[in-house]
Each structure stands twice: as structure tokens, then as C-alpha cells.
């Protein structure tokens, strides 16, 4: 189904209207292609959606689940893990503590990829884990710690390339056993985080739009990946500006690998290769 920018344009007023989700800075083409799935799975048109919007609070919440994508993997793109192992994370490690929040997290591979390593460096017991989503249903999966087991065996390999091995000296092998951090049930087809780890983060809802600090301190690192893409450019600033403001001098911000600072909003930040400081 293909529907025009005056009909997008009617679907955010709705949102606006009926919920205090706001979808205007949101990328054009990933929110468009999502209402026309909605439409698609719900059988709607435009003034059913609307009117579903208006009178029925569960779709309302159901459909804003539907337009952010929520596709995650432990240790995603190994590249930004040997670069937090080498380059960020030693930044931090003299200090007593070392506040971490991860904004986007959805169900929580990330969170637990990074506290996996900062177990490994000795760092684990002085950091303080955030984190936060706007879904409140991913929410709930990453506190559970728990995830499917055989569909998601590309993380052994992800696991094994970020903690086992290193880039800088191929001779160097660490052989932690994955069930050092996950129970693994193969019949059942489920691997569940350890509770030393799923103990540990503090989880939250929170809207990246609305802009408010729900942890109310400061942070070292702030990691928000994937999340970037679906803003369009003037909420991207107005997030990275956000971010800014939280972080402590000299924290740092880690984006998604297809994702990067554009305009004067880059001058407040150094960039290091992949990730940045706030100046
Ligand atoms: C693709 S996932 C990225 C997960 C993880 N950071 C990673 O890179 O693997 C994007 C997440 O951003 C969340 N999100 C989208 N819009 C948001 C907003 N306005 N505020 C907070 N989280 C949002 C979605 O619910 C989703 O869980």
C-alpha cells in the first residue's frame, strides 16, 4: 500500500494529538514504510488508523512499538567492542566510578555485551549501568536477560572475535567460556544471562524526543546506536546536543557504525576515529 506525504503528515498530528509520542523529526522514509505495514497488518486506511489512534489506547502503544525497529545482536558490529575494549574504556578505568548509559537499548544484547567486557577488564564492579528505550516491551526482555539460543549463534561468533581474541596481537587468546555469562539450555532452545548481570543495570522508559534525564546524573559514556537513523537531521542535533549536556568532561559518546555527527554540533565533540569526546 502506498501512502502520500499529506497522509504521513495526518498519522504524526494524531500521535501528537492522542499520545505525547512525536514522530515529526522522525525519518520520512523508515516511518513512512512502517505506517504502510501497520495499515497492511491491521487492515486499516488512513481515517481507520486515525480513529484507532483516537479511541483505542492499546493499539496506540502496539502501533508505536511497530514503527521503531527493534533489531539488536550481542557484541553488533565487533568493530566498536575492540575499539571500547582498547581505546574507550581505559579512558575510564583509574576512576572509582565509571557512569554508563546506554539510550536505545532495546532488549538489552548491547547492555550485556558491555558489561560482559567490563567484567573481563576488571571494571565491572565500580561501573553504573542505565539504560533506556521507549518500548517498554523490549524493556521487559532485557531485564529478563534472556534470549532464543539457536537463532541467535551468530553472537558465539561475535562473543568469540570480541573477548576471546585480539586484533592487535593474533597470537593473544583468552578462552573465556560463553557460559562464564549465559545458562544455555540448547533443548529449550534458551540462553539466559547470569544474575550477577542481570542485576546490575538499571532500566528505564525513556523518549529520546522529550529529552528528559531519567537516571538524573551524569555519564562517562553514553553508547546510542542504531537509534540515530530513524531521526531525521534536526532531531539527530537536538539529541546529540542532549547527550552533550549529560556528559561529564572528557565523557565520551559511542554512535552506530553508519552513524556520525554532521554540522556545528560536531565542533562541541573531538572525533576519535568511531567514537567521540565531548571538548
Ligand atoms: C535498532 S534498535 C538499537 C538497539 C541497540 N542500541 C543496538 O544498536 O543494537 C533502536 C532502538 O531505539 C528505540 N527508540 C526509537 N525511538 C526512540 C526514542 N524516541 N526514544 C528512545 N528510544 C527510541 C527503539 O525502541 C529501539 O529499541
Known amino acids: 500500500m502506498l501512502i502520500t506525504p499529506e497522509d504521513v503528515q495526518k498519522i504524526i498530528l494524531a500521535y501528537k494529538r492522542y499520545s505525547t509520542y512525536q514522530f515529526d523529526d522522525y525519518s520520512e ?29 492499546e493499539f496506540l502503544e ?3 512499538k511497530d514503527i521503531t525497529v527493534n533489531t ?14 582498547f581505546r574507550v574504556l581505559p579512558r575510564y578505568s583509574e576512576q572509582d566510578s565509571i557512569n ?19 567484567n573481563e577488564m576488571d571494571l565491572l564492579e565500580k561501573a553504573n549501568i542505565y539504560a533506556s528505550d521507549i518500548n517498554e516491551d523490549v524493556l521487559e526482555v532485557a531485564r529478563s536477560g534472556e534470549y532464543k539460543y539457536r537463532f541467535n549463534l551468530d553472537y558465539l561468533e561475535n562473543y568469540n572475535q570480541v573477548i576471546k581474541k585480539n586484533p592487535y596481537n593474533f597470537d593473544e587468546f ?25 542485576q546490575k543495570p538499571l532500566f528505564r522508559k525513556q523518549n529520546l524526543v522529550a529529552q528528559n534525564n531519567v537516571f538524573y546524573t551524569k555519564f562517562d559514556l553514553i553508547l546510542c546506536r542504531n537509534v540515530l537513523i530513524y531521526f531525521n537531521y534536526e532531531l539527530q542535533n537536538k539529541t ?6 549529560l556528559l561529564f568532561n572528557k565523557g565520551s559518546l559511542v554512535l552506530g557504525v553508519h552513524e556520525s555527527m554532521l554540522g556545528p554540533i560536531a565542533s562541541k565533540y573531538i572525533k576519535k576515529g568511531i567514537y567521540y569526546i565531548k571538548k
Open 72 to 85: 539488536t545482536e550481542l557484541f553488533r558490529d565487533p568493530k566498536i567492542w575492540h575499539t571500547l575494549k
Open 174 to 198: 583468552k578462552d573465556v567460556p560463553f557460559e562464564k555469562y549465559f545458562d544455555v539450555d540448547k533443548s529449550k532452545d534458551r540462553m539466559k544471562a547470569k544474575s550477577f548481570l542481570r
Open 62 to 64: 502496539q502501533s508505536m
Open 240 to 245: 546529540i546536543d542532549f547527550f552533550h549536556s
Open 29 to 57: 522514509k523508515s516511518f513512512t514504510r512502517r505506517v504502510e505495514k501497520i495499515l497492511i497488518d491491521y487492515k486499516l486506511d488512513i481515517p481507520s488508523y486515525i480513529n484507532r489512534l483516537r479511541s483505542d489506547k
Open 100 to 118: 554508563i548509559w546506554h539510550a536505545g537499548c532495546s532488549t538489552g544484547q548491547e547492555v550485556y555485551s558491555l558489561m560482559i567486557l567490563l
